[in-house]
């Protein structure tokens, strides 16, 4: 099949990144699946891996009112994905201008290290908290089932963007390819384009829903965060006309 054919380059570097690691995963876990008598007592850790790559990724040209998205956020031990771990995930479906609470998720993870306490006074997690947690590879194997063939919605995407790669490929030794939209570079641009001047601390989760009206909110809770992160999407996307933009316009 002749990609070209079908999708814009952007579109067309995804999906063969996608199809490319879809076939290397099949042919790894050929040889890797556990004895049948093992496999049905064993959670599949890989189902997560195996329904994101074999998902087409949505078009561009998708209209955002159709558009499958999950609402994201991390909290972690650092920001540094080369030393820091993953503490916990949250998320929530959207469609359109509705975000979907019944379909939410929140997940401490076991980091299996002592939490440093100055980290533990952002996010709130204790380290027993964090000893009672999922493992990494449920938690990742989860989070990748619900975002199978969805676009994720985050605010500064490099945590996320960084952190969840870094999983995958300590896990599954591949490094999937991610479409983010950032309500951080889409508040930027339309900031700029008003003729703003912007400094850093007014693009921040917080100080961006005060500026559009918005309640307060529980901070670095990943739950919490993914949630607000939605709705300060839905508001911005409110000064705009949903049923004439696409995903191409926001990524």
């Given at each position: 099949m002749n990609l070209k054919n079908f999708f814009t380059p952007q579109k067309q570097?995804?999906?063969?990144?996608?199809?490319?690691?879809?076939?290397?995963?099949?042919?790894?876990?050929?040889?890797?699946?556990?004895?049948?008598?093992?496999?049905?007592?064993?959670?599949?850790?890989?189902?997560?891996?195996?329904?994101?790559?074999?998902?087409?990724?949505?078009?561009?040209?998708?209209?955002?009112?159709?558009l499958p998205m999950v609402a994201v956020d991390f909290e972690t031990t650092g920001l540094d994905a080369n030393r820091n771990k993953l503490l916990s995930v949250g998320c929530v479906n959207m469609l359109g201008n509705q975000i979907k609470l019944a379909q939410r998720y929140h997940q401490v993870i076991d980091v299996e290290q002592q939490l440093e306490h100055d980290n533990v006074c952002i996010h709130q997690i204790t380290e027993q908290e964090s000893q009672q947690g999922e493992s990494l590879e449920l938690v990742v194997?989860?989070?990748?089932?619900?975002?199978?063939?969805?676009?994720?919605?985050?605010?500064?995407?490099?945590?996320?963007?960084?952190?969840?790669?870094?999983?995958?490929?300590?896990?599954?030794?591949?490094?999937?390819?991610?479409?983010?939209?950032?309500?951080?570079?889409?508040?930027?641009?339309?900031?700029?384009k008003k003729?703003?001047?912007?400094?850093?601390?007014?693009?921040?989760?917080?100080?961006?829903?005060?500026?559009?009206?918005?309640?307060?909110h529980t901070a670095h809770n990943a739950l919490g965060d993914a949630i607000a992160t939605a709705e300060l999407y839905l508001a911005m996307m409110s000064q705009r006309d949903l049923t004439s933009l696409t995903l191409k316009d926001v990524i």
């Open positions: 570097k995804f999906e063969q990144q996608r199809q490319v690691l879809n076939e290397q995963f099949k042919d790894m876990l050929a040889h890797t699946l556990p004895d049948e008598d093992l496999a049905d007592l064993e959670t599949d850790i890989y189902a997560g891996i195996r329904a994101y790559l074999s998902t087409p990724l949505p078009d561009l040209s998708t209209s955002l009112m159709e194997n989860d989070l990748l089932l619900k975002l199978a063939g969805k676009v994720m919605l985050v605010h500064f995407n490099k945590i996320e963007r960084y952190f969840l790669t870094k999983a995958c490929l300590h896990l599954y030794g591949i490094k999937p390819p991610f479409v983010m939209v950032d309500t951080l570079l889409l508040a930027n641009q339309s900031l700029r003729g703003f001047i912007i400094e850093p601390r007014d693009l921040t989760l917080k100080n961006l829903r005060q500026r559009f009206y918005l309640p307060n």
